[in-house]
């Protein structure tokens, strides 16, 4: 997926008939591509942005059942979501998909058996797990685990098990793995009109935003795996669809991990949902807020009053509160919602809905993104009715992600490897949490250049290296793709990627053919970008942090066509 790729995968996409066409490169559209590719069929994938540039590099990180809606008697979607978890644990993507321990404080006593019936439940229902199950703690065990928690917070708690993942670095590997099974996979090309042939759907015309070009890319189906776009795209195809998405606003923020003394992550109650405080290397996650958004898509903003609301929940349980002079990294995503008939979006269903809106069309949206997998073959599924040929079930379940193969004994050789390359072994066993056993081919590319085994400057966590390795291998084509979703130095450090921003534009010129200007463009972009985002962050209202952040200059957005990202 480096720049040598693109213009072979421009003459692939101008030139070919594919059976299908996926819209959107997400971690539903990258798994669609990756389902459709490993049953045989000829497949295209385009992305306007980047891959995980939506939803899926804004999550809460968690790869997990979803305990919250047991109460709401999701018992279907919990239970799904918990096979995934232990099939991407163990088989699918061990190097990506971590076991994380969370605290439940309970705050009455008449709580425990109540609380623990459905941990018990949680613990069972997804079948065989790796992972430990819950454990019952007194109010001086679970303080002893969190002394960071009010002893007049809880009574007791119970602790349990579940899992988290680098949600842009997994869809990205996921697009990755497509590919390697012959999918073209091209980000930078947007959809700006749908063919059609009588009364179907033939395919799509795209624009490659980077140069202007246009093409005709024709196909058996089309897939629409566009998110929170999904109701333009179809409007954009000639139909309403059948079900409408409704975008909900959820906001995180990172704080050092030293401002919250715990040996284990929290979940805590509040009065509409749960306050998550997620172990995130070396600092904590708070989250999520979940509010109605009907602005900017490509670009929801977090405002003072969403932190303010975060602040005032986590600061409840704590001895030592918080305040926004804590806060390191922000951020803000959009979750694609199906409308119910509530119109609170805490309550809007998780579910997914697959529909084949017409002929040649198929729309997916909803779900979560623990359950892509099962989301994405149930699209492939769908679309296959267009397939004219003989469309074989869906493999995924056994397709490991790339890097997965030879991951654990790689893990047991860190110290041998830190050894030959001259790395610490933390160091090593951090890259294959992130590269698995492609680690290989990301430090050769250091053989005939020691210095790019240093660390990033002013992101000490990265090496220069993954910076070549995001380029050469990753589709990195801007700044901001590299600082902020193949690394995370956006949201790790207080700087939030400025203070790097110019050694990575210098690094990355080169390998992409940059100009001066262009680089001197990408990165004042990107710190315009970081302070956009911070003066958005410092009013109370949607519509005041939406029209600062829409302001900054974004790379791409001068090439992009009115119809949105899909």
């Not at 994380?100 to 623990?116: A, G, I, M």
């Not at 807020?289 to 977090?302: G, I, K, M, V």
């Not at 030879?406 to 830190?418: I, P, R």
């Not at 193949?486 to 990627?497: L, Q």
Request: proline letters at 4%; hydrophobic letters at 40%.
């Amino acid at each position: 997926m480096g720049p040598a790729s693109r213009e072979r995968a421009w003459e692939r996409l101008t030139s070919e008939k594919f059976d299908v066409v996926v819209v959107g490169g997400g971690v539903v559209g990258t798994g669609a591509a990756l389902d459709a590719a490993t049953r045989g069929l000829k497949v295209a994938l385009v992305e306007a942005r980047d891959l995980g540039s939506g939803t899926s590099s804004r999550s809460s990180k968690l790869f997990h059942g979803g305990l919250r809606y047991l109460e709401q008697l999701d018992f279907g979607l919990v239970r799904e979501a918990l096979r995934e978890r232990e099939l991407n644990l163990t088989r699918l993507a061990p190097h990506l998909i971590k076991p994380v321990s969370f605290l439940y404080p309970l705050t009455k006593h008449w709580e425990r058996p109540y609380v623990t019936a459905g941990v018990t439940l949680y613990d069972t229902m997804g079948g065989k797990s790796s992972l430990p199950h819950q454990k019952q703690l007194t109010r001086s065990g679970a303080l002893r685990m969190a002394p960071a928690l009010k002893r007049s917070a809880l009574v007791g708690a119970i602790r349990y098990y579940d899992a988290q993942a680098d949600d842009a670095r997994h869809t990205m590997t996921v697009g990755r793995t497509a590919a390697q099974y012959g999918a073209v996979v091209r980000t930078s090309t947007q959809v700006v009109d749908f063919l059609h042939e009588v009364d179907r759907v033939a395919g799509v015309r795209v624009r490659d935003v980077e140069s202007g070009r246009e093409a005709e890319v024709r196909a058996s189906v089309v897939v629409n795996c566009t998110g929170v776009w999904t109701d333009q795209m179809q409007h954009a195809a000639g139909t309403r669809g059948r079900f409408r998405v409704k975008a909900s606003k959820g906001v995180h923020f990172l704080v050092a991990r030293d401002k919250i003394p715990s040996d284990t992550g929290m979940i805590l109650r509040t009065e509409k949902s749960v306050l998550f405080v997620i172990p995130w290397r070396n600092h904590w996650i708070v989250g999520t807020t979940d509010t109605d958004w009907n602005l900017d898509l490509a670009h929801p903003a977090a405002t003072r009053k969403d932190l303010d609301y975060l602040l005032e929940h986590v600061n409840s349980v704590l001895v030592t509160p918080l305040s926004h002079d804590d806060i390191e990294g922000v951020y803000a995503g959009l979750r694609p919602l199906l409308a119910g008939e509530s119109e609170e979006t805490s309550k809007l269903s998780r579910e997914h809905a697959v529909s084949r809106v017409m002929p040649g069309l198929v729309a997916i949206a909803g779900g979560k993104y623990t359950t892509y997998r099962v989301m994405a073959a149930d699209a492939i599924d769908a679309a296959s009715e267009d397939i004219p040929t003989r469309v074989a079930p869906s493999v995924t379940d056994r397709v490991p992600l790339i890097g997965a193969d030879g991951y654990f004994a790689l893990v047991n050789q860190s110290e041998q490897l830190g050894q030959r390359h001259g790395l610490h072994p933390h160091r090593v066993r951090h890259l294959l949490d992130r590269y698995g056993s492609l680690l290989h081919g990301l430090l050769a590319m250091a053989d005939d250049d020691p210095s790019l085994l240093e660390p990033v400057p002013a992101s000490p966590d990265y090496l220069r290296v993954e910076i070549a390795y995001a380029v050469a291998y990753e589709g990195a084509l801007h700044l901001d793709d590299v600082l902020t979703r193949r690394t995370r130095i956006s949201i790790e450090y207080a700087h939030r990627g400025v203070d790097s921003a110019e050694a990575v534009g210098a690094q990355m010129a080169p390998l992409l053919g940059w100009t001066d200007e262009q680089r001197d463009l990408e990165v004042r972009s990107y710190v315009e970008r970081v302070q956009a985002e911070r003066d958005s962050q410092s009013v109370d209202t949607d519509i005041e942090a939406d029209k600062l952040r829409v302001a900054a200059p974004d790379p791409r957005a001068p090439r992009l066509a009115a119809l949105g990202t899909g």
